[in-house]
């Protein structure tokens, strides 16, 4: 069997996909094992388009695309595409230059394994739902109309709310023994300016009180437009001294005005001993 033959049996027993391409986007080999991988019907001629070869799996098309123009390869990479049957699939993949005798670039290659298996798949919502819900701190979403759109359980146990918040609540009635949180979530709607180590206190359902670090964010789309705000905050009652200004103050009034009193009184009945003693003392 002479080199080449011997080369394409090789790239047959393969048992990863490889995908091999020109620097002007032409496939010029692909494996059994790619074409089954990506369901796709019938070999692939030598020189077929890889945009249309690949049509189903544009995001292949692209890491090849990308590939050729960059001229860097990569390894350990992962990406989402489907099966035939729209069924996701997880690949592995990395990417190589193909250089000639002379180091000249010629082409790309792309290697790949399914690898979902080893992979818990979701859809991008639920995994963002999951993610926001373990969120350690507090997290709101407000649009600009001011209706919640989303927050975590953070959030309701950090405020001790009883109940869940029904997305598209004015954040006045979700949040109405909170008014301070409520008027940021507003006043951040109207400015659009958002805000960094910020502090506000407020209450629990059972009146104690709960400090509060916060921060806030705008929401925009792709097209930079704002759609909404954000509040990002944790319990930070621990690390401020409590009783606040009034208390203190009262706590002060009570302990320390009396004794400065006494030092005052003390220091004058001293004086006038001294200014007694003075006294006796000239007129002798």
């Known amino acids: ?10 790239v047959k027993n393969l048992p990863g996909g490889l995908i091999l391409v020109d620097l002007k986007g032409r496939i010029r080999a692909i494996n059994e094992t790619a074409e089954l991988l990506l369901g796709l019907s019938g070999p692939t001629v030598s020189g077929s388009d890889l945009e249309k070869v690949l049509a189903t799996h544009p995001k292949i098309v692209k890491v090849l695309q990308t590939t050729t123009t960059k001229l860097v390869g990569c ?31 010629i082409g790309v290659g792309m290697t790949f394994q399914d690898i979902t298996r080893m992979i818990p798949l979701m859809d ?19 649009d600009l109309h001011g209706k919640v759109r989303g927050i975590n ?3 309701q146990r950090i405020l001790g709310l009883k109940e869940e ?28 300016n958002a805000v960094n180590r910020q502090e506000l206190t407020t209450h629990r359902p059972d009146g104690e009180k709960v400090t509060l670090g916060y921060g806030t964010l705008i929401l925009r789309n792709p097209e930079g437009q704002p759609v909404g705000i954000g509040m990002t905050f944790q ?16 706590i002060v009034n009570r302990f ?9 009184v003390s220091s004058m009945m001293r004086i006038r001993d001294a200014m007694n003693k003075r006294i006796v003392s000239s007129s002798i």
């Open 124 to 142: 991008s919502h639920r995994f963002l739902d999951i993610a926001l819900k373990n969120l350690p701190g507090g997290l709101i979403f407000v």
């Open 235 to 250: 319990d930070i009652t621990r690390f401020i001294p409590l009783p606040l200004k009034a208390e203190f103050i009262r």
């Open 1 to 10: 069997m002479d080199s080449q033959g011997f080369l394409d049996v090789a």
């Open 75 to 105: 390894n350990r990479q992962e990406l989402v595409t489907e099966r035939a049957d729209r069924e996701k699939m997880v690949l592995g993949y990395g990417t190589l230059v193909l250089k000639n005798a002379e180091g000249d670039p």
């Open 256 to 264: 320390f005005t009396p004794f400065a009193l006494a030092l005052v």
């Open 153 to 155: 359980q953070a959030a």
């Open 165 to 192: 918040v029904e997305p598209g609540t004015q954040c006045h009635v979700a949040f109405k023994n909170h008014p301070h949180v409520y008027k940021v979530l507003l006043s951040t709607c109207e400015s659009l």
